[in-house]
């Protein structure tokens, strides 16, 4: 089960592992080929061109990819799931922000150091895994996605939290296994976030901001592996409040 301090044993959570399930639109809807190629692919399939008005689920992950072609990409219109994982990217196109019904996009385990600027633009977008990649902060276009749940960005470079978390939409935050050693009170503003997940990074408890538990909506802060020790954070001022959280969330959920 889970436990407040966020000890908790979920197999597989957060971690991106489970392929996406393929067939968002009936017939057509689904590239499969992908997932049943001996030889991995080392670039997008230019076949899919012909289906850029139709498809709706792309799963290309475990590949060797190191380019999405920016002139088709843009194209699949009516595109709600994107799965990239396991490829070699360093880089996403604009063109990508085009993609206006997109909910989901899976890219962990590649190289980005970075998103496109107008990332802010892919306004569908509901879940976001950017586990295991190069990046070194937190990215700020994620606060324009109004309709974000789930951002997995654990497994990179990351080593502070911003001002402008404050505006971040999303339900769940995790920084996993990050570097992770200044965060910004403000993230307890953020309206949504329940359940945050910072273990494995390189906090000292006085950089643990107090409103975190005594004043946001954070109703699972997962903590461990930290530069302190969990009991240490059951004696913090802010405690008790968290608690009442914790404990009406996971009977919501029981």
């Known amino acids: 089960g889970s436990r407040p301090d966020g000890g908790e044993t979920e197999p597989g959570a957060g971690d991106g592992t489970r392929p996406a399930p393929g067939g968002g639109g009936g017939a057509g809807g689904w590239a499969g080929p992908a997932r049943a190629a001996t030889t991995p692919f080392l670039q997008f399939p230019e076949d899919l061109q012909r289906l850029t008005s139709n498809l709706r ?35 996403l196109p604009e ?21 496109p600027a107008a990332f802010g633009q892919l306004s569908a977008l509901k879940t976001l895994n950017l586990s295991g990649n190069k990046l070194r902060a937190i990215p700020p276009q994620l606060c324009s ?18 001002d402008t978390i404050g505006d971040l939409q999303a339900i769940e935050l995790n920084l996993n296994q990050n570097q992770i050693s200044q965060i910004s009170p403000q993230i307890s ?50 405690y008790e409040k968290y608690m009442e959280r914790f404990t009406a969330t996971k009977k919501k959920f029981a």
Do not use: W
Not at 104 to 114: A, G, I, K, S
Not at 203 to 232: H, T
């Open 95 to 115: 063109e990508l922000c085009k993609l206006k019904k997109l909910e989901t996009l899976h890219l962990n385990n590649n190289y980005l150091t970075q998103l």
């Open 145 to 162: 996605l109004r309709h974000l749940d789930v951002v997995d960005l654990s497994k990179n470079q990351i080593q502070s939290v911003p």
């Open 189 to 238: 503003h953020c309206p949504r976030l329940k359940v945050l997940r910072m273990e494995e990074n390189c906090l000292e408890l006085n950089m643990l901001p107090r409103s975190i538990l005594s004043n946001s909506q954070i109703a699972l802060l997962a903590v461990e592996g930290n530069l302190f020790e969990i009991k240490k954070l059951r004696e913090l001022e802010g």
């Open 57 to 91: 689920t792309i799963d290309l992950s475990n590949n060797k990819i190191e380019h999405l072609p920016p002139a088709l990409i843009g194209k699949f219109t009516l595109l709600k799931s994107l799965s990239l994982n396991h490829n070699r990217l360093t880089v």
